[in-house]
């Protein structure tokens, strides 16, 4: 199984960028997808789910409203677009996967090797 993410880089703040997610090697519909974040210094936290068919979305409190989490199961991809984007938004992003609708990073079973956002004030 292969979770490859890209489109991170580097943003001025209230710009935006969209994360991609592909999978490989894996029943891509079958899975609940989430994103999750580390920033330097700190533990890894849950930024947004989406369900095996994209008819529920989660997301944490300081990303509602700016962040959008939507899935293409035709291309195996997730995507998270991210708008307003602040220096506190700086962090390695993380895509995974799991069969439970959970925040529970631990439950998640496979994850992407992460892209790195960094955004400038």
């Known amino acids: 199984v292969q979770l490859q993410a890209s489109g991170g880089g580097l943003v001025l703040a209230g710009g935006s960028l969209r994360l991609s997610c592909a999978a490989s090697?894996?029943?891509?519909?079958?899975?609940?997808m989430g994103w999750f974040r580390q920033a330097p210094g700190k533990e890894r936290e849950f930024v947004g789910k989406?369900?095996?068919?994209?008819?529920?979305?989660a997301y944490a409190d300081d990303v509602k409203g700016r962040f959008t989490i939507s899935r293409d199961n035709a291309k195996n991809t997730v995507y998270l677009q991210m708008n307003s984007l602040k220096p506190e938004d700086t962090a390695v992003y993380y895509c995974?996967?799991?069969?439970?609708?959970?925040?529970?990073?631990?439950?998640?079973?496979?994850w992407g090797q992460g892209t790195q956002v960094t955004v400038s004030s």
């Open positions: 995974a996967a799991q069969r439970l609708w959970t925040t529970d990073m631990s439950q998640y079973a496979y």
């Open positions: 090697e894996l029943t891509f519909s079958s899975y609940h």
């Open positions: 989406i369900s095996r068919s994209s008819g529920s979305t």
